[in-house]
């Protein structure tokens, strides 16, 4: 996932990114001071506290906007997740040495808004019962030579299962991961005979193995969306929502403060209002935003964005009844 593409566009005075275009203590009601009395902790400690949560809230804000006039997919291509019971018990009549295990996946996609997600790896290994051997698991980018990931794992006779979780931003129309296992003992049998099935659209997602048994490792891999780098893309459109946002994340810190002893009920109602207020004015923003932003998706021919069918232009017969 992309960071916080917001952190340089709005700061707090003389704490927190001090050079950012928009100010937080800018906004009516709001101050450096009161952001450090909120709670024991610093002026930039809290408000960098907070931000996470705002983005959460600004993001979940324009993808229901976005889903008025379209549908979002966040995912467009995924392996099938299950592997057969009886590829785990075949003899090692199919079998190489762990070190020749390359696994080639190859993702397509034209947008720089997309990933690659490999969720686990599955490999098959012939071993001594009851013996555990260190191997490393490597993902490496081959046209680049960069390693995403060397992960040391236990290898044991039979089915051997590691969860990943890693991302690779697609930053190439063509992006092709090496996928192997590094290690001196064991060897590993063919899963199946044929390549992973792909459900979604698989012209983005293939996988390739230079050895004749067929695929030694099962990748269970997505490519999906990274939402935030969408985000990245229009932040000059969304920093005002994002201001506000924020500002209304602070003033709940407020309201929520066991340190504001002289917090009168006139003080209460006036930061009630003062919140509203902002979440207000953020809604009229990211309402702005979102025209814009969901016309320029469209025209880009953005895979992520299905125009709904009642939303499309054109006479559409109905009834009044």
């Known amino acids: 996932m992309t960071s916080n ?3 340089t566009a709005v700061g707090l005075s003389a704490t927190t990114h001090p050079n950012a275009a928009l100010q937080c203590d800018s906004l009516p009601g709001m101050s450096v001071e009161l952001v450090e009395n909120l709670r024991s902790e610093s002026a930039t400690s809290l408000f960098d506290r907070l931000q996470p949560a705002t983005l959460n809230k600004l993001a979940t804000g324009l993808e229901s906007a976005l889903k ?3 549908s979002f997919q966040h995912v467009l291509a995924r392996t099938t997740r299950s592997l057969p019971r009886p590829l785990f ?3 090692l009549v199919t079998a190489v040495p762990a070190s020749q295990t390359a696994v080639r996946l190859i993702a397509q996609f034209p947008q720089a808004e997309s990933c690659v997600l490999i969720e686990r790896v599955t490999a098959n290994v012939g071993l001594q019962p009851d013996t555990v051997h260190a191997a ?3 993902v490496v980018d081959t046209a680049y030579q960069v390693e995403h ?19 690779v931003p697609l930053t190439d129309e063509h992006t092709e991961l090496a996928v192997y296992l590094e290690s001196a003992e064991g060897e590993l049998i063919s899963l199946r005979p044929v390549e992973p099935m792909v459900s979604g659209q698989p012209d983005y997602l293939r996988f390739g193995s230079a050895h004749s048994a067929g695929t030694l490792l099962h990748i269970d891999a997505a490519v999906e969306c990274d939402f935030t780098a969408v985000l990245a893309r229009y932040v000059d459109r969304l920093v005002w929502p994002y201001l506000y946002t924020l500002a209304a994340q602070v003033l709940d810190e407020k309201l929520s403060s066991n340190l504001l002893n002289v917090f009168t009920n006139t003080n209460r109602t006036d930061t009630l209002d003062r919140k ?3 979440e207000i004015e953020a809604a009229k923003q990211l309402d702005l935003a979102v025209s814009l932003i969901f016309r320029d998706l469209q025209e880009s021919g953005s895979a992520f964005l299905t125009v709904t069918q009642e939303d499309q232009h054109g006479l559409h017969l109905g009834s009044y009844v």
Do not use: H, I, W
């Not at 990931?149 to 890693?166: E, I």
């Open 89 to 91: 018990t075949q003899p």
């Open 68 to 70: 008025c006039n379209a």
């Open 276 to 278: 509203k207020d902002f």
């Open 5 to 7: 593409p917001f952190l």
């Open 149 to 167: 990931l060397r992960k040391l794992v236990s290898l044991r006779n039979g089915a051997n299962s590691f969860r990943l979780g890693l991302r």
């Open 136 to 138: 490393e698991l490597v």
